[in-house]
Nanobody, 119 residues
Framework: QVQPVESGGGLVQAGGSLRLSCAAS????????MGWFRQAPGKEREFVAGISRSNIITNYGDSVKGRFFISRDNAKNTVYLQMNSLKFEDTAVYYC????????????WGQGTQVTVSS
Protein backbone atom coordinates (compact mmCIF):
# COMPACT_ATOMS: atom_id res chain seq x y z
CA GLN A 1 0.00 0.00 0.00
CA VAL A 2 0.97 3.66 -0.24
CA GLN A 3 0.46 6.62 2.07
CA PRO A 4 -0.11 9.93 0.27
CA VAL A 5 1.06 13.11 2.01
CA GLU A 6 0.01 16.47 0.55
CA SER A 7 1.91 19.74 0.78
CA GLY A 8 1.94 23.14 -0.85
CA GLY A 9 -1.38 24.56 0.25
CA GLY A 10 -1.75 28.11 1.47
CA LEU A 11 -3.32 31.50 0.91
CA VAL A 12 -3.28 33.02 -2.57
CA GLN A 13 -5.05 35.90 -4.25
CA ALA A 14 -7.62 35.32 -6.94
CA GLY A 15 -5.93 35.02 -10.31
CA GLY A 16 -2.78 33.61 -8.78
CA SER A 17 -1.19 30.19 -8.98
CA LEU A 18 -0.23 27.47 -6.57
CA ARG A 19 1.32 24.04 -6.94
CA LEU A 20 0.39 21.19 -4.68
CA SER A 21 2.59 18.16 -4.19
CA CYS A 22 1.74 14.70 -2.99
CA ALA A 23 4.52 12.38 -1.91
CA ALA A 24 3.49 8.76 -1.64
CA SER A 25 5.52 6.53 0.63
CA UNK A 26 5.25 2.79 0.64
CA UNK A 27 5.24 0.29 -2.17
CA UNK A 28 5.90 0.99 -5.82
CA UNK A 29 4.42 4.36 -6.60
CA UNK A 30 4.31 3.70 -10.33
CA UNK A 31 1.78 0.90 -9.76
CA UNK A 32 -0.85 3.38 -8.64
CA UNK A 33 -3.22 5.70 -10.41
CA MET A 34 -3.29 9.03 -8.60
CA GLY A 35 -5.97 11.63 -8.13
CA TRP A 36 -6.76 14.95 -6.53
CA PHE A 37 -10.04 15.78 -4.87
CA ARG A 38 -11.27 18.75 -2.91
CA GLN A 39 -13.92 19.51 -0.35
CA ALA A 40 -15.19 22.95 0.55
CA PRO A 41 -17.09 23.63 3.79
CA GLY A 42 -20.66 22.41 3.55
CA LYS A 43 -20.09 20.78 0.17
CA GLU A 44 -19.52 17.24 -1.04
CA ARG A 45 -16.10 16.03 -2.06
CA GLU A 46 -15.38 16.90 -5.67
CA PHE A 47 -13.10 15.20 -8.19
CA VAL A 48 -10.39 17.57 -9.43
CA ALA A 49 -7.94 15.59 -11.54
CA GLY A 50 -6.58 12.11 -12.14
CA ILE A 51 -3.52 10.62 -13.79
CA SER A 52 -2.87 7.05 -14.79
CA ARG A 53 0.02 5.06 -13.40
CA SER A 54 1.51 5.04 -16.90
CA ASN A 55 1.54 8.84 -16.90
CA ILE A 56 -0.34 8.76 -20.22
CA ILE A 57 -3.96 9.44 -19.32
CA THR A 58 -5.18 12.50 -17.43
CA ASN A 59 -8.68 13.69 -16.70
CA TYR A 60 -10.17 16.71 -14.99
CA GLY A 61 -13.30 17.91 -13.31
CA ASP A 62 -15.31 20.36 -15.38
CA SER A 63 -14.76 23.22 -12.96
CA VAL A 64 -10.96 23.14 -13.32
CA LYS A 65 -10.42 22.18 -16.96
CA GLY A 66 -7.94 24.48 -18.65
CA ARG A 67 -6.77 25.94 -15.32
CA PHE A 68 -5.41 22.98 -13.35
CA PHE A 69 -2.85 20.46 -14.55
CA ILE A 70 -1.86 17.17 -12.98
CA SER A 71 1.51 15.53 -13.46
CA ARG A 72 3.63 12.90 -11.79
CA ASP A 73 7.27 12.04 -11.35
CA ASN A 74 7.54 8.34 -10.68
CA ALA A 75 11.24 8.64 -9.88
CA LYS A 76 10.33 10.97 -7.00
CA ASN A 77 7.15 9.12 -5.96
CA THR A 78 5.32 12.41 -6.30
CA VAL A 79 2.25 13.73 -8.05
CA TYR A 80 1.64 17.43 -8.59
CA LEU A 81 -1.34 19.68 -9.13
CA GLN A 82 -0.54 22.97 -10.82
CA MET A 83 -3.37 25.38 -10.19
CA ASN A 84 -3.59 28.54 -12.29
CA SER A 85 -6.09 31.39 -12.54
CA LEU A 86 -7.37 30.53 -9.09
CA LYS A 87 -10.86 31.62 -8.14
CA PHE A 88 -12.46 32.19 -4.77
CA GLU A 89 -14.57 29.08 -5.35
CA ASP A 90 -11.41 26.96 -5.55
CA THR A 91 -11.06 27.41 -1.79
CA ALA A 92 -11.16 23.95 -0.23
CA VAL A 93 -9.17 21.22 1.43
CA TYR A 94 -7.37 19.33 -1.31
CA TYR A 95 -6.80 15.61 -0.96
CA CYS A 96 -4.47 13.29 -2.80
CA UNK A 97 -5.52 9.71 -3.40
CA UNK A 98 -4.02 6.52 -4.82
CA UNK A 99 -5.67 3.53 -6.44
CA UNK A 100 -4.19 0.27 -7.66
CA UNK A 101 -6.92 -1.13 -9.87
CA UNK A 102 -8.65 1.41 -12.09
CA UNK A 103 -8.67 5.16 -12.51
CA UNK A 104 -11.55 6.57 -10.56
CA UNK A 105 -11.36 4.12 -7.71
CA UNK A 106 -9.04 5.22 -4.93
CA UNK A 107 -8.11 3.23 -1.87
CA UNK A 108 -5.55 5.37 -0.07
CA TRP A 109 -6.05 8.99 0.94
CA GLY A 110 -3.92 11.75 2.38
CA GLN A 111 -4.88 14.07 5.22
CA GLY A 112 -5.43 17.05 2.96
CA THR A 113 -3.95 20.50 2.53
CA GLN A 114 -5.90 23.75 2.79
CA VAL A 115 -6.05 26.09 -0.19
CA THR A 116 -7.61 29.48 0.42
CA VAL A 117 -8.18 31.93 -2.41
CA SER A 118 -8.88 35.50 -1.39
CA SER A 119 -11.15 37.54 -3.62
Amino acid sequence: QVQPVESGGGLVQAGGSLRLSCAASGRTFSNYHMGWFRQAPGKEREFVAGISRSNIITNYGDSVKGRFFISRDNAKNTVYLQMNSLKFEDTAVYYCAAGAITMGKYDYWGQGTQVTVSS
